[in-house]
């Protein structure tokens, strides 16, 4: 993991803005929650909300499926023993949990619940 997103999912994760280069993290709360994202080119890529139980953490490619969205996206997984990888031209998550794993398609430009 490079550097850049080590430091910025460590400020993602722990609700601390963040800004180095095309990369930062930004803190919003909204009707008493509050909210992490990561954002990349000015894009949110990533959403965490530590106070839910299940809808904590959501990721998305935001239509750029280059190399620096899925480093900066596995760095959030990282954390959920999750990762994002490509095979064919398509773009993947795997999942994996105690007794097993769980590989499906992530759509394009689209907000994928992870529940790690």
Not at 13 to 31: A, E, M, Q
Not at 74 to 82: Q, Y
Not at 92 to 100: F, Q, R
């Amino acid at each position: 993991m490079r550097k850049i997103t080590a430091v910025a999912v460590e400020n993602f994760y722990n609700l601390t803005p963040y800004r180095n280069g095309n990369t930062s993290v930004s803190v919003v709360t909204k009707n008493g929650v509050t909210t992490s994202q990561l954002i990349l080119h000015g894009s949110v890529i990533a959403k965490y909300n530590p106070s839910s139980k299940y809808d904590r953490l959501y990721i998305n490619d935001c239509g750029f499926r280059t190399a620096t969205t899925k480093e900066r996206l596995n760095g959030v997984l990282s954390r959920c023993d999750a990762s994002v990888f490509q095979k064919s031209g398509w773009w993947y998550i795997k999942e994996n949990y105690p007794t097993h794993s769980v590989t499906h398609r992530i759509p394009q430009n689209e907000w994928i619940r992870i529940e790690g």
